[in-house]
């Protein structure tokens, strides 16, 4: 079946520094990929939409100068957070959306990636 | 704007009883609707969606447009059933909304 891949699991970086997690499709392009954040013991809150090719599209509240999304291929999308702090200290997890289902609405996700800044 | 809730934040059960999990939706199209799962310490993954009409781990879960409810039952809980489920609706385009989940916590 579909498999995202999320890297890197987990990291620890200072404040102040900025912070990569790739999302890659494996077996299957995704034109869309989606990242949410998760905290602890509460649901997804979506953060934006990647769409490869063009420019993200980010929820309300959500900055898209500190989260910067870049979906260069089919396969792969970043996440950059920039100078980060302690309150960026989270779960941050994406999805695929494998057009290979019927509907084409069904969403494999990554295993997440744990980002604690110091 | 698509909306999906979920009312129970935590739902207890003792293994073997049934139990039900709701959802319900809002949207003025039709919408696709699933169920994600998230075991402890594993990544989402999907559970079942309503166009499938099959169970999945013992679980169903029939949309009812009239009630625009999506509700995940199963007749008789395991503990491996502890989790955390979410629903979620796609319109067939670029939006998919999910719940605020329920955390399910079969008692031995």
């Known amino acids: 079946g579909a498999v995202v891949s999320q890297h890197p699991s987990w990291v620890i970086c200072k404040s102040g520094t900025s912070v990569k997690i790739e999302c890659r499709s494996l077996?299957?392009?995704?034109?869309?990929m989606f990242w949410y954040r998760q905290f602890p013991k509460k649901s997804l809150m979506l953060m934006a939409t990647?769409?490869?090719?063009?420019?993200?599209?980010?929820e309300q509240g959500v900055e898209k100068d500190k989260f910067l999304i870049n979906h260069a291929s089919l396969t792969l999308s970043t996440l950059t957070v920039t100078s980060a702090h302690p309150e960026d200290s989270s779960f941050y997890i994406c999805?695929?959306?494998?057009?290979?289902?019927?509907?084409?609405?069904?969403?494999?996700f990554g295993a997440g990636s744990r980002l604690t800044v110091l | 704007a698509q909306r999906v809730t979920q009312p129970e934040k935590l739902l207890s059960v003792f293994k073997g009883a049934p139990v039900e999990l709701k959802c319900n939706y809002s949207?003025?199209?039709?919408?696709?609707l699933f169920w994600y799962v998230q075991y402890s310490r594993q990544r989402l993954q999907l559970l079942l969606r309503?166009?499938s009409r099959e169970s999945i781990k013992g679980f169903t879960a029939d949309l009812n447009k009239g009630e625009t409810s999506f509700h995940l039952k199963k007749p008789f809980a395991q503990e491996e059933d502890s989790a955390m489920y979410y629903c979620?609706?796609?319109?067939?385009?670029?939006?998919?909304?999910f719940g605020p989940g329920t955390r399910l916590s079969v008692l031995p």
């Open positions: 979620a609706l796609g319109d067939y385009g670029q939006n998919f909304v």
């Open positions: 990647s769409n490869e090719g063009s420019k993200a599209t980010y």
């Open positions: 309503h166009i």
């Open positions: 999805s695929a959306r494998d057009h290979s289902f019927s509907g084409a609405n069904v969403l494999t």
């Open positions: 077996d299957f392009q995704a034109t869309t």
């Open positions: 949207y003025s199209g039709s919408p696709e």
